[in-house]
């Protein structure tokens, strides 16, 4: 792995990345971005888990992730099982905001961000007792980080310090729209198509100290990436017996093109995942619940540079979901646990990365239970074979789910 100042060197006294300097510097900091994670010389450079295109949030509503995501294919608020939507029973519209803060630990020390997401919004209108359509808005891949190294530059025969600042936004948003039906009194089924969108915007800047040595001019450059693509899924909720019920749900991806400015940089395939859970309801007031899922990101290989290696990932979570204290005469306050593990989808220096999850949650209906304020607190544990470089976070989630 090379640093991106190890091709970026200054071609003179007076201005540092005038004519090819500054294409080298673009080509060596936009390779930095797109392939690298960690930098095992500079004081932590990266993170784990935003590697390649993004981190994957899972498309999962607050209450979902609570229970470590064993409840995704049973869930009509979550973009995950097309057929779940059949089960809202009057319109529903669900929307949460996801604050991370991160922490990355590296032999030159440890590095703290804070990462704002809007990871999810669905709307579910019932057409009639046995039909509902919907429209989800959810993320599929999350690319926003930022990462400074600072370090010296050589300037002829002597060297200067410069910062170099490498901040990336936006990712992959996935629309959805589903029809979903209870076609028998036991069995729920669905379909959706999708249409993956969204912008990556690439910003590299190097900037030079005043000094009396030279006189070195700042490094500014911003790119803009766009996504177009599409996807189709369908899934099944079979209810064998009144406690126990199954469903399984798959998606299939389509072409996945990436657009610089109004030019095709480079295409392939939009990841495929196949999932099934299992939940089981015969204790009064508690639902307990285990799902799992395929994800194939590899399909996404050619996408990006030939450095970015696209991993498939399994994911499996278990969790369970009580009707705790009372509140009034007509409703209970939810609590919820759960835990995950998976792997995350793009390489960390040509390693997997592992992220092993704790939630809890509880969920709060008001306004005779035509709303629902949910929380959950995920404690995220990430690591991959980098020596040294651990990764863990605190992830936040609040949703707000109206039924009028």
Not at 44 to 53: H, I, M, P, R, W
Not at 187 to 210: I, K, S, W, Y
Not at 287 to 304: C, F, K, N, P
Not at 321 to 337: C, E, I, M, S, W
């Amino acid at each position: 792995m090379r640093h991106a100042s190890d091709g970026c060197r200054t071609r003179g006294a007076r201005n540092v990345v005038n004519g090819p300097s500054r294409r080298s510097c673009l080509r060596c900091a936009i390779g930095v971005i797109a392939v690298v994670g960690i930098a095992p010389t500079a004081r932590a450079q990266g993170n784990l888990s935003t590697q390649g295109f993004g981190y994957p949030t899972g498309q999962m509503s607050t209450s979902t992730l609570g229970v470590g995501g064993s409840l995704a294919e049973f869930d009509p608020l979550s973009a995950v099982n097309p057929a779940a939507l059949a089960a809202a029973g009057r319109i529903t519209i669900h929307a949460q905001y996801d604050p991370e803060f991160r922490t990355v630990t590296t032999p030159q020390g440890a590095d703290h961000t804070t990462t704002a997401r809007f990871p999810l919004f669905s709307l579910g209108i019932p057409i009639t007792t046995r039909f509902a359509v919907g429209v989800s808005f959810s993320t599929l891949l999350d690319r926003t980080w930022q990462s400074t190294q600072t370090g010296p530059t050589a300037v002829g025969d002597t060297s200067i310090t410069s910062t170099e600042n490498f901040t990336s936004k936006g990712g992959i948003e996935d629309i959805r729209a589903t029809a979903a039906w209870n076609a028998l009194s036991w069995l729920q089924a669905g379909v959706a198509f999708h249409v993956l969108t969204g912008q990556n915007q690439l910003t590299v800047e190097r900037t030079f100290p005043d000094t009396t040595v030279v006189k070195a001019l700042p490094f500014l450059q911003t790119t803009t990436y766009s996504y177009e693509g599409t996807a189709v899924s369908a899934g099944i909720i079979l209810r064998p017996t009144k406690q126990f019920s199954l469903a399984t749900s798959a998606e299939l991806g389509g072409a996945l093109r990436v657009r610089r400015s109004d030019t095709l940089q480079s295409k392939a395939n939009a990841p495929s995942r196949i999932g099934a859970g299992i939940r089981y309801e015969g204790i009064p007031g508690v639902t307990i619940a285990a799902q799992g899922q395929y994800d194939e990101w590899s399909r996404m290989q050619g996408l990006g540079s030939s450095g970015l290696q696209a991993h498939d990932s399994w994911t499996w979570g278990a969790g369970v979901d009580v009707a705790g204290p009372r509140l009034g005469t007509d409703r209970n306050l939810q609590l919820r646990t759960g835990v995950q593990t998976r792997t995350l989808p793009f390489l960390a220096n040509g390693t997997v990365v592992r992220e092993n999850v704790v939630a809890a949650g509880v969920g709060l209906p008001f306004a005779f239970q035509r709303a629902v304020i949910d929380l959950t607190g995920q404690r995220a544990f990430r690591s991959a074979s980098v020596p040294g470089v651990s990764e863990a976070a605190w992830m936040l989630s609040v949703g707000l789910t109206i039924r009028p």
